[in-house]
């Protein structure tokens, strides 16, 4: 067992370093690990559920780190209170299946699942996943201003 666990500890190191400095996103045991096309931000999905990540820039001004985790059976998106994002009417928060690099104004909504009005254009604060929705199936988490069909940015999950 002792073994098992030094060669996933080695297995996972070479991941994470490949995903750094490749590019790559791959599996592993059940975690997988992502790297940003600028390889500055790594995602990192565990066994836990967790995922981090920061929050790239579309059309408006959007800063800030974000957090994907479970608490009492709840799916949670947290969003740090290092965020900022330009005031605007009608921004929403949306799950995507579409990834941040792919996302736009035209197609944000598309399959998308709401997760509610943006509660203040700075700070921290949470959303919540319905029950009945598998984040699995989604790539991303964006703020969109629906009423004009303009994608402040988002992140990916």
């Known amino acids: 067992m002792k ?3 030094y060669i996933k500890t080695a297995a996972t190191s070479a991941v994470i370093y490949s995903a750094l400095t490749f590019g ?3 599996t592993l045991a059940g975690n997988a690990y992502a790297a940003s096309p600028d390889n500055h931000t790594v995602t990192q999905v565990m066994a836990d559920k967790t995922v981090k990540g ?3 820039r579309k059309n408006k001004t959007l800063k800030g780190s974000y957090d994907v985790f479970e608490r ?3 799916t949670i998106i947290r969003f740090a209170d290092n965020f900022k994002a330009s005031n605007g009417p ?3 928060v949306f799950l995507s299946p579409t990834s941040i690099d792919n996302a736009s104004g035209r197609n944000a909504t598309q399959g998308s699942v709401l997760l509610g ?3 203040s254009n700075k700070g921290a604060q949470e959303y ?3 029950a009945d929705v598998n984040i699995a199936n989604f790539n991303s988490v964006l703020i969109h201003c629906e009423k004009f069909s303009v994608l402040w940015g988002g ?3």
Do not use: E, R, S
Request: net charge negative; proline share 4%.
């Open 3 to 5: 073994a098992t666990n």
């Open 72 to 74: 009492d059976g709840q």
């Open 155 to 157: 992140g990916n999950i």
């Open 54 to 56: 920061d929050f790239v």
């Open 117 to 119: 009005f943006v509660k």
């Open 24 to 26: 790559a996103v791959c």
């Open 90 to 92: 009608d921004l929403k």
């Open 128 to 130: 919540v996943v319905p």
